[in-house]
């Protein structure tokens, strides 16, 4: 079946530090990729996505690319701060009545 | 902004309590969603709703049921709760379909 794998975690790094989180995903089709946020005490809310392949999603200085050949999405960031400080979810979608698949999460610290 | 709130953060349960986690939006959203969250599993769909009174089964309905009366609540229910229940619950709804999660805070319920 369809599933959503992402880097294990979590990760610290220092503020203004370069971020990657890897996402990588297993679909028949050409499904929608999603990268949703949450921060503490808070619900997930949707951070960036893409609909198609080579598309870069973008928001709040997050980046992702959409790529098919290699099936993955990975998160970029080219500088972090500590209020970026969250879980960051992976997600697909085939269409927009199929259900949403969460990958497991990557936690993210980032100190000043 | 679309506002989902859960009636409550945390929730302490004990074995064999019957348990309702409330949900409200206030986006005349159509669709609304009840999650868990787990580490490392991520979030797993318990249930959906496409309109009043009406509910699907997502992947993990076991040992849950869910009322929807009216369009802006959406109310998951434990009948007879069991400590492997202990997790995150989120609630969310949508516009269309899986189009675009607005997610709540969610209620972390710890049943002993």
């Known amino acids: 079946g369809d599933s959503v794998t992402q880097m294990e975690g979590p990760v610290t790094l220092s503020e203004e530090a370069f971020l990657t989180i890897n996402c990588t995903y297993t679909a028949t089709g050409y499904p929608s990729l999603f990268w949703y946020v949450q921060y503490p005490g808070e619900g997930l809310q949707l951070l960036l996505k893409a609909t198609k392949a080579d598309d870069k999603g973008s928001n709040k200085g997050f980046e992702a690319t959409y790529r098919k050949e290699t099936t993955s999405f990975h998160l970029e960031k080219g500088s972090v701060q500590v209020s970026d400080s969250a879980v960051y979810f992976c997600?697909?979608?085939?269409?927009?009545?199929?259900?949403?698949?969460f990958g497991p999460g990557t936690s993210l610290s980032v100190i000043p | 902004d679309v506002k989902v709130t859960q009636s409550s953060r945390y929730l302490v349960k004990r074995t064999g309590e019957k348990v309702f986690l409330e949900c409200v939006q206030d986006m005349d959203h159509e669709n609304m969603f009840w999650y868990r969250q787990d580490p490392g599993l991520g979030l797993r769909l318990i249930y959906f709703s496409y309109d009043v009174k009406m509910k699907e089964k997502g992947d993990i309905p076991e040992g849950y049921s869910v009322s929807r009366e009216k369009k802006e609540r959406f109310s998951l229910i434990l009948e007879s709760a069991s400590t492997n229940q202990t997790s995150m619950y989120l609630c969310?709804?949508?516009?269309?379909?899986?189009?675009?999660?607005?997610f709540g805070s969610g209620t972390q319920l710890s049943v002993l």
């Open positions: 997600a697909l979608r085939k269409t927009s009545y199929d259900k949403v698949i």
């Open positions: 969310a709804s949508s516009l269309q379909g899986f189009e675009k999660l607005f």
